[in-house]
């Protein structure tokens, strides 16, 4: 979606995609990650997703990605932690202890900004990308983390029924946009427990990515 849209969603503080607590989905599915602590974990399309804070009450670094600047500021607000900012190129970082934030183009951002991160947790980014930008980020994404394995959050439903984001992306466009770079696995697959958008006729699916390099 374009910029200009997200940025109206946190003005007008439509944040329906913002979910009130911790995901579940990744509560029940982070241990197959089987991370060490200390881990650093990429999140891109961030928000300021209640997952970050739990993340990092584990003792694992959180790396993410926000387009709209005023979401990253309420993130380090309710975190009651000040950031150093610093200007990175045509990105900005938010950084505090073990949690670092670029606002700005995920396209923008590369690995040498980025550096290493040992998982990536796609809680809302594949989902809130219309094709065919979700075909650049599946290309994009493998190769800014070096094929990090990878916690995936689907949704599949008609699409004619609903208006996305989120957007239906089924298992077959998945594997079409992954199965080159990973080996997938679908880990769970069951209706939202709460209606998306007033609709509860949607599978929401969690897919393990592993590396086939």
């Given at each position: ?38 881990a650093r974990i990429f999140i ?13 009450s584990l003792g694992y670094q ?36 073990e949690l670092e934030i670029y ?111």
């Open positions: 979606m374009e910029k200009e849209y997200w940025i109206s969603k946190w003005q007008n503080k439509e944040l329906g995609f913002h979910q009130p607590s911790v995901n579940p989905l990744l509560e029940s599915n982070f241990s197959i990650l089987a991370l060490e602590e200390g891109p399309l961030c928000g300021k997703t209640l997952d970050i804070g739990w993340l990092l959180v790396v993410g990605i926000e387009m709209v600047e005023s979401a990253v500021i309420q993130l380090f607000e309710e975190l009651q932690v000040t950031p150093d900012i610093k200007a990175i190129g045509k990105l900005k970082c938010y950084r505090a202890g606002v700005g183009d995920i396209f923008d951002l590369t690995l040498d900004i980025l550096g290493d991160v040992d998982a990536v947790y796609d809680r809302a980014a594949l989902v809130a990308l219309p094709d065919p930008i979700r075909q650049r980020y599946a290309s994009h994404l493998p190769v800014l983390t070096q094929h990090a394995k990878q916690l995936l959050i689907s949704f599949v439903y008609d699409q004619s029924k609903m208006a996305g984001p989120p957007f239906s992306v089924d298992d077959a466009e998945i594997k079409g946009h992954y199965d080159v770079a990973y080996t997938l696995t679908l880990l769970a697959d069951d209706k939202v427990k709460e209606p998306v958008k007033g609709n509860k006729d949607i599978l929401e699916k969690v897919w393990l990515l592993t590396s086939n390099n």
